[in-house]
């Protein structure tokens, strides 16, 4: 997502009573926490379907590569 902040919408989630006790203990914030975890899943399942979308084209360039070589790799620095 962007910078810009999206209106929030009121949600019910269900989590385990214990865990949710436990938290309110130690200060943390269920509402930030959630937001991080939906948002660290959604990059996954972004990321993931960018590679699948991807994949062909990605084999093609691997194939490229493994039959010529890298463009310019006489250029490129050897790393022994």
Known sequence: MSGVTSP???LNVSLP????A???QLGVNVSQACEQGVRAKVKEARSEAWLQ?????????NEHIEKNGMTLAEFRPAFD
Request: hydrophobic share 40%.
């Open 17 to 20: 009573a214990d865990l949710v």
């Open 8 to 10: 929030r919408r009121p």
């Open 53 to 61: 979308e991807n994949a062909e084209a990605i084999k093609a360039y």
């Open 22 to 24: 436990e938290a309110k």
